[in-house]
């Protein structure tokens, strides 16, 4: 009898912890999406600025070229939705050209922020976004892991 109070005990604290963790996940989604990609850009500026010690002049060129970038990024998400629901199999030639689009557009941003910002700014930079990349891919790796939600 303790052997199945203790067992149900367990499967319930998994249960309460499981539905936290999810709904946890879905109010940080829902957080990005209520802003506009000027408001994302602009957010964004201000955190760089505190983070490299931008000047003005640098904060408002950063902010334009991180709403083109954003603006791209939505675009391109958007245009890839009614393909995800179509649930099927993405063809090599398809997701080739799709990582293709992305590393061009990533490679254009990068050279934009050496425009804007000073060497050490820029490496200062990219050293915190390898980092959250990397932690960004940890995060997913241990996603798939968990398997469905």
């Known amino acids: 009898m303790k052997k199945a109070i203790?067992?149900?005990a367990l499967l319930l604290g998994f249960g309460v912890h499981a539905q936290h963790k999810s709904q946890k996940h879905s109010q940080?989604?829902?957080s990005q999406t209520q802003l506009s990609t000027a408001q994302q850009a602009t957010i964004e500026s201000k955190r760089m600025t505190l983070a490299l010690g931008l000047d003005e002049q640098q904060q408002v060129r950063l902010e334009d070229?991180?709403?083109k970038h954003l603006d791209t990024r939505l675009e391109s998400r958007e245009n890839r939705k009614p393909e995800e629901n179509d649930h099927k199999a993405e063809d090599s030639e398809e997701r080739f050209a799709?990582?293709?689009q992305w590393l061009d557009r990533e490679i254009a941003f990068q050279k934009d922020l050496r425009g804007i910002l000073t060497d050490p700014q820029f490496e200062a930079w990219h050293t915190e976004h390898?980092?959250?990349?990397?932690?960004?891919?940890?995060?997913?790796k241990s996603r798939r892991m968990e398997g469905p939600r």
């Open 98 to 100: 799709r990582m293709n």
């Open 6 to 8: 203790a067992l149900c």
């Open 130 to 140: 390898k980092k959250k990349m990397a932690k960004r891919k940890h995060r997913s």
């Open 28 to 30: 940080r989604g829902e």
């Open 65 to 67: 070229v991180l709403k």
